[in-house]
């Protein structure tokens, strides 16, 4: 599905040098390389701070408790996602609120976003799944009647930008009150281990947080709130300086390999490829709104597991993203929740896959892989 050595051989000359002086300097935690990508990822993303932290998932926690939510608010996030999102809205003790996603984006559903909120309804969590935006205008707008927070779970977007109809645009986990990412190793931008941020253009919350990820301490050994201990460590910083220059050439070699595969399905039977939010029909040469994150086509002839198999019998790697909706997992399940209300996403887990989807893909391997795919669905 990646190819993370073939990536690193490419700039290993680089990494190795900046992994040495780490090795150097033994400041492996918050070494001066940790803020000097604290600088540059600010600067990218055009943000008034980011704060670094041990990994996306805690990311997401220490958001949500710098913005001071209370046991039974609600949290309204995504039932298609990856479970970290709802799993630590759970973990605070705040109440998750699942709700379906659009068929064509896999993102939110904003009608069902508007139908899930109620007076303890306090944030929303939309997830920009697989690598676009959620409809992030639509969001504001409800955020705004409602007065909510909005978290923006960027794990899957980091580049990717968002255009607003009057034609601005904000880079994805900068337009809502507070943004989050993780540098797993797979995602688009991944340093050598764990690694994740916070991203705020609010100063109070800034402050708020950095105190949190030190375990509650704005000044050494006085404990004001009780906090957590997440890090970035200097080794994964020292990575991701090194990348973070690569991530809008890495961002272009995910979408050229997306526009290939959705060229090779143009006019197959019963594959429908990724739909872009914006509205274009296609990806453009000179698209900046999707980072594809993964490339997910929807099976629509019942195929969908054959086919899995058939690639894996081919040497193709594939997955189902995701499997499971979270409303039906074991751990987040409630009686609240109707079927009726998921119908998208029962529907998804059945027909989605997605393909491989990289920096590193080459003609010749997506040549083979959509040939495959093609003279296997009918
Ligand atoms: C990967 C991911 C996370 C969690 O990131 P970690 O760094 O693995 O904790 C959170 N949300 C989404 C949508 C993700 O894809």
Redesign the pocket.
């Known amino acids: 599905m990646v190819d993370l050595q073939g990536q690193y051989q490419k700039i290993k000359d680089k990494v190795d040098i900046q992994l040495q002086e780490v090795l150097n300097s033994s400041a492996y935690i918050n070494g001066p390389q940790v803020h000097a990508f604290q600088k540059d990822l600010e600067a990218y993303l055009d943000v008034k701070h980011v704060i670094p932290c041990a ?6 926690q220490i958001a949500m408790m710098g913005l001071d939510l209370k046991p039974g608010d609600e949290v309204i996030t995504a039932d298609f ?2 479970a ?2 709802v799993e630590v809205i759970a973990l605070l003790n705040l109440t998750p609120v699942l709700v379906d996603v659009e068929k064509d984006t896999f993102n939110m559903d904003i009608d069902a976003l508007k139908k899930a909120i109620t007076p303890k309804t306090k944030a929303i969590v939309p ?1 920009h ?1 697989f690598g676009q935006c959620a409809n992030m205008e639509a969001v504001l707008e409800i955020a705004k009647e409602y007065d909510l927070f909005v978290i923006e ?1 960027t ?2 977007a980091i580049g990717a930008n968002y255009t607003f109809k009057d034609g601005s645009k904000k880079k994805a986990g900068t337009i809502g009150n507070v943004g ?1 990412t ?3 190793p797979s ?1 688009n931008l991944g340093c050598y281990g ?3 941020a916070i991203f705020t253009n609010d100063d109070d919350l800034a402050h708020t947080i950095r105190g949190m990820v030190n375990h509650g301490m704005y000044k050494r050994y006085y404990h004001d709130v009780v906090g957590v201990n997440s890090r970035l460590d200097s080794l994964q910083a020292a990575v991701l300086r090194v990348k973070l220059p690569l991530l809008n050439d890495y961002c272009d070699a995910r979408r050229k390999a997306a526009r290939f595969y959705n060229n090779a399905f143009k006019n197959a039977q019963n594959i429908v490829t990724p739909k872009m939010s914006n509205g274009c029909e296609f990806i453009c040469d000179n698209c900046d709104c999707h980072v594809f ?1 993964q490339y997910t086509l929807q099976i629509l002839n019942g195929q969908r597991n054959e086919l899995h198999q058939h690639l894996l019998d081919n040497g193709i790697p594939n997955a189902i993203y995701y499997p499971v909706p979270l409303h039906s997992q074991k751990a987040y399940a409630d009686e609240r929740y109707k079927e009726e209300d998921f119908k998208v996403t029962n529907e998804l887990i059945n027909t989605v896959i997605s393909l491989p989807m990289h920096t590193e893909l080459d003609e010749e391997q997506l040549e083979f892989i959509t040939t495959t795919i093609i003279n296997f669905i009918k």
């Open positions: 990994n996306g998932t805690d990311a997401l996602t990856f970290a999102t997830v799944l779970d794990a899957q989050t993780s540098f797993f995602k764990d690694g994740g994150h």
